[in-house]
């Protein structure tokens, strides 16, 4: 890289619209600009350790696949209550598109990190070392859907809860330019709106899942609401979390901005909506088109 700059690329939190940082990695990529610095949250986490281990193009083929039925199998009523992902499914999951529960962050080419939390604490943990699924799992506990993960003693949640687009962190390991990828910056409101002007689909999905999951995972089951229809369940924990990120992404940003910021246009992708990948993928690729001159200049690669 002219200049000797070291890029990072911090790719934010988002569940189903972090499909859009394959997008984002595709299009810098064809512009022949490589970052030497991944850091993730939640749903960043996974596409970038997936990134590092050289199977992006793995998880793109994979997530093109999704159906509703196939998000649908990832979900499970445990009497635990700790979480509604299928655990074995989704390792099964992460052991394909990403890598083996044997590798090591360090033993990549490119320098890696994703952030959780410490549910006891609150504390903001980075994982830059050991094991890379490990770091993954970490991440993406997002409460109420994953169970909490156990790490050297502390239980561990999503680390969007404390640094959604971890911009801090890729300055931390030594980036000189860093790209952020907000994956939520027009969010807020638009979950509640696209529910009412959605077309009811007639039929629920004839699998033998717990009503209760039914409720959770709503997005998959669009319903025609009255105006005056309390939201449901889903709808209000998925406005909850797009307000909570939002207000915490600003407030993280203004305080150690990116470089660049890439914020693609996903209002209209719901927090479960994994089927529509697409979408989210091209939305990616259009936020990196339109800002590629400004990066080439800030790379000093023009």
């Known amino acids: 890289m002219a200049g000797k700059l070291k890029l990072g690329l911090a790719l934010g939190s988002g ?176 979950h509640l709106d696209k529910n009412k002007k959605t077309e009811n689909n007639g039929t629920r999905l004839k699998h033998k899942i717990n009503d209760f999951v039914v409720e959770y995972t709503g997005d998959l089951f669009k319903q025609n609401k009255q105006q005056d229809e309390a939201p449901g369940l889903f709808d209000a924990i998925a406005g909850s979390i797009n307000i909570t990120q939002d207000r915490i992404t600003r407030s993280r940003l203004a305080g150690d901005p990116p470089d660049i910021l890439l914020s693609p246009k996903l209002a209209d992708i719901g927090l479960l909506e994994f089927y529509r990948a697409e979408e989210a993928i091209n939305e990616g690729v259009k936020a990196v088109d339109k800002m590629v001159a400004e990066i080439k200049h800030q790379l000093d690669l023009e």
């Open 15 to 190: 569940a189903a619209r972090g499909w859009s940082h394959i997008g984002v990695i595709k299009a810098l990529a064809e512009h022949g600009i490589h970052p030497d610095i991944v850091c993730g949250t939640s749903i960043g986490a996974l596409v970038g350790a997936s990134y590092i281990a050289n199977n992006i193009d793995k998880l793109e083929q994979w997530v093109l696949s999704l159906t509703k039925l196939d998000i649908v199998r990832f979900f499970e009523l445990n009497p635990s209550l700790n979480g509604f992902v299928n655990k074995d499914r989704l390792h099964s999951f992460l052991n394909k598109v990403i890598c083996g529960d044997d590798a090591l962050i360090e033993h990549f080419d490119k320098q890696f990190a994703s952030v959780s939390t410490d549910l006891a604490t609150g504390r903001e943990i980075w994982h830059s070392h050991d094991s890379l699924i490990e770091a993954v799992w970490a991440s993406i506990a997002l409460p109420g859907l994953f169970p909490a993960f156990r790490n050297n003693g502390h239980w561990l949640v999503d680390g969007g809860l404390v640094n959604p687009v971890p911009v801090s962190v890729c300055r931390a390991l030594g980036a000189d330019i860093v790209i952020a990828v907000n994956l939520n910056g027009d969010v807020v409101g638009k």
